[in-house]
T-cell receptor
Framework: GQNIDQPTEMTATEGAIVQINCTYQ??????LFWYQQHAGEAPTFLSY??LDGLEEKGRFSSFLSRSKGYSYLLLKELQMKDSASYLC??????????WGAGTKLIIKP | ETGVTQTPRHLVMGMTNKKSLKCEQH?????MYWYKQSAKKPLELMFV???????ENNSVPSRFSPECPNSSHLFLHLHTLQPEDSALYLC?????????????FGPGTRLTVL
């Protein structure tokens, strides 16, 4: 079966750095997405990785290792508004998105 | 604002009621999706429409019935639902047809079945 694993919940301090991991086992791979979802709101796109390596976008970076079936989302200089759920999703060989359950990130002052 | 709107935002219904959820996208996309999001569970893909044709029906019970009259509108008709159907129902759209499949989500309808 297809599976995406990510921690259920993480806590970090304002101004710090946090890394949210995602591991996957899917039938094929055509890219990995990270989405952010604030409580009661729509998921919004953060990043897309299809090649190995690190993609940086401002305070957020996403890393992919296809050989290890592993990705992480790195958030720097955390702000209170970063409190949200972070969803990892993999595009499989049929170009269908397989979703993780999401990681709820709590930022403390 | 993601360019995808959903109505109503909240819905409470009894098990014998019939209701419909509506989704509209203003992005010129050709693919639209219905997802079910339950607490602490992965998003569950329910239906996919590509160029108005249904391409996915992931073993969804017949009490959920989708309708896609055109590329901009998507409905989910509900009847004789069960309490376990209570969840957030998300609509999404994407350009469709291509390899890169970034999806744009609406804010969802919070459904409670009594």
């Amino acid at each position: 079966g297809q599976n995406i694993d990510q921690p259920t919940e993480m806590t970090a301090t304002e101004g710090a750095i946090v890394q949210i991991n995602c591991t996957y086992q899917t039938s094929g791979f055509n890219g990995l997405f990270w989405y952010q979802q604030h409580a009661g709101e729509a998921p919004t796109f953060l990043s897309y990785n299809v090649l190995d390596g690190l993609e940086e976008k401002g305070r957020f970076s996403s890393f992919l290792s296809r050989s290890k079936g592993y990705s992480y989302l790195l958030l720097k200089e955390l702000q209170m508004k970063d409190s949200a759920s972070y969803l990892c999703a993999v595009l499989d060989s049929n170009y269908q998105l397989i979703w993780g359950a999401g990681t709820k990130l709590i930022i403390k002052p | 604002e993601t360019g995808v709107t959903q109505t109503p935002r909240h819905l409470v219904m009894g098990m014998t009621n019939k209701k419909s959820l509506k989704c509209e996208q203003h992005l010129g996309h050709n693919a639209m999706y219905w997802y079910k999001q339950s607490a602490k569970k992965p998003l569950e893909l329910m239906f996919v429409y590509n160029f108005k044709e249904q391409t996915e029906n992931n073993s969804v019970p017949s009490r959920f019935s989708p309708e896609c009259p055109n590329s901009s509108h998507l409905f989910l008709h509900l009847h004789t639902l069960q309490p376990e159907d209570s969840a957030l129902y998300l609509c999404a759209s994407s350009p469709g047809g291509g390899d890169y499949n970034e999806q744009f989500f609406g804010p969802g309808t919070r459904l409670t079945v009594l």
